[in-house]
């Protein structure tokens, strides 16, 4: 499992996200992602 950290979301969410943080979450299985409820909430406002 991977948690993935708030930074790693914010560069997601950029017009132009680097290059690595792409190859990275590209090279991991969906199942093996794992958000916990903090950054979720966090972000939720943004993603509604």
Known sequence: MYPIDTNVLSELRKLRPHGAVLAW??????????????????????LN
Not at 25 to 46: G, M, T
Request: hydrophobic fraction near 55%; proline fraction near 14%.
């Open 25 to 46: 979450i590209a090279s991991v299985e969906d199942a093996q992602l794992l958000l916990q409820p903090l950054p979720w909430v966090k972000f939720r406002p943004v």
